[in-house]
C-alpha cells in the first residue's frame, strides 16, 4: 500500500530541494524521519511534487509555503533481526503496543547499535504483526527517546493505527510528561531568564521556551536552538522539588517532539540534565552540595519519559499510562535530598 505525506516548507528554506525537505520532512510522519538519501532517490523516482507539479531536480529552488506531497511505496522486507530481549509490556492489542523502555537500550538499529535495539525485541515479540516504517516492514516506531532516557514508548502493530498515531503526534494531540534532574533551580525572578529570547514565564510558575531547533552547523550528533528556521519546539518546565539551589527536579511537557528537544531547550536555558554527556558536559554542582559526588558520577541525561496519554487510533478510548522513577533515578533524587 502506498503512503502519502504531505506538508509544507517553513520560512527561509534551503536554497535546494533536498536540503529543505530533509529539513521539513514530518519527523512523526508514518513512514519516520526519511533520510536525505532516501529523499534523493524519491525525487529521482518521480515520487515528489511540490505546489502539484512533478520534481526530478534535486538542486531545484523552492520557496517558502510551497505543498509538498511524496509518495512512498509499499514497505520491503526488513533485515532487521528478531531478538528475544525481554521487554516489560503495559499495554497490547491487535493494534498496538506501549511498553517502557530501560536506559540504555536505542530505540532503532544505526550504525555501532545494530543488536539489542527496541527493535530488535519488538520483531521478536510481534512476529509478522507488523507496521511499515520508513519503506521497510518492522514494527512501527511513531517517535522516539534517546538510548540513555527511560520510560514509555508507543508502537503500532498495523498500519490504521501508525497513520492514526502519527496524526496525533503530528498535530501535538498526543500527552507527554518527562521527570528530569537539572542542575540549579529555575527562577522567574532570575533576569537572566527574563532577558533570554524564545523564554517567558506562564502561570503557576511554569517556564515555557519556544525556539527553533536544527542540527548543530558543526558537530552533526548535537541539536541546537536557532531562532532563524530550524524546527518549531516548544517546551514547558515546572519545577516540582528544589535541592539546596544547586539542583531541581523538574516536570517537561512536550507540545512538539523533536530531537533532544528536552536537553537542548533545558542547557539553553542554563539548566542543563544533570549526567548529560553532550549538553552539559561543563557544569558542576558545588562539591559542598548534597548528591554532588553522585550527580558527577552518573552515567547518562537524568530523564525519564513518565506519562504517555494518546486516543486509541481504532476504539477512540483514552489511553494513559504513568512508569515510576527508574532505580538510578530514584536513587540519585535520595542523594539529592541529603
Known amino acids: ?176 510528561r518527562y521527570l528530569a534532574l537539572c542542575h540549579g533551580v529555575p527562577d522567574p525572578a532570575d533576569p537572566r531568564l527574563a532577558g533570554l529570547r524564545g523564554v517567558t514565564w506562564e502561570a503557576g510558575g511554569i517556564l515555557r521556551i519556544a525556539t527553533g531547533i536544527a542540527r548543530h552547523r558543526t558537530d552533526r550528533q548535537r541539536q541546537a536552538v536557532t531562532h532563524e528556521g530550524g524546527r518549531h519546539a516548544v517546551t514547558r518546565v515546572r519545577v516540582l522539588e528544589a535541592f539546596h539551589g544547586a539542583a531541581a527536579l523538574v516536570e517537561c511537557r512536550l507540545e512538539t517532539g523533536r530531537t533532544h528537544q528536552i536537553r537542548v531547550h533545558l542547557s539553553h536555558v542554563g539548566h542543563p540534565l544533570l549526567g548529560d554527556p553532550v549538553y552539559g558536559r561543563q557544569r558542576r554542582m558545588p562539591a559542598s552540595a548534597p548528591g554532588a559526588g553522585a550527580a558527577a558520577a552518573f552515567p547518562r541525561q537524568a530523564l525519564h519519559a513518565a506519562t504517555l496519554g494518546f486516543i486509541h487510533p481504532v476504539t477512540a478510548q483514552r489511553l494513559h499510562f504513568d512508569s515510576p522513577l527508574p532505580a538510578d533515578m530514584g536513587e ?4 539529592l535530598r541529603g
Open 1 to 176: 500500500m502506498t503512503e502519502r505525506l504531505t506538508f509544507t516548507l517553513a520560512a527561509d528554506p534551503p536554497p535546494r530541494l533536498d536540503r529543505a525537505l530533509a529539513r521539513d520532512v514530518p519527523e512523526a510522519g508514518a513512514h519516520g524521519m526519511l533520510s536525505r538519501s532516501r529523499l534523493a532517490r524519491l525525487i529521482a523516482e518521480g515520487a515528489v511534487r511540490v505546489d502539484g507539479r512533478v520534481a526530478t531536480d534535486p538542486a531545484a529552488p523552492v520557496r517558502a509555503g510551497a505543498a509538498v506531497e511524496i509518495d512512498l511505496g509499499p514497505p520491503e522486507p526488513s533485515a532487521i533481526g528478531a531478538q528475544p530481549i525481554p521487554l516489560r509490556v503495559l499495554w497490547e492489542d491487535d493494534d498496538l503496543i506501549v511498553v517502557d523502555k530501560p536506559a540504555g537500550m536505542v530505540v532503532h538499529p544505526a550504525p555501532g547499535s545494530r543488536e539489542g535495539t527496541l527493535v530488535n525485541a519488538l520483531m521478536h515479540h510481534c512476529g509478522d504483526s507488523l507496521s511499515g516504517i520508513g519503506g521497510v516492514m518492522r514494527p512501527g516506531i511513531v517517535h522516539r527517546i534517546d538510548k540513555d532516557t527511560s520510560g514509555l514508548l508507543v508502537a503500532a502493530k498495523s498500519d490504521r493505527a501508525h497513520r492514526a498515531l502519527a496524526d496525533q503526534f503530528a498535530a501535538h494531540a498526543v500527552e507527554r
Open 332 to 335: 540519585l533524587l535520595g542523594q
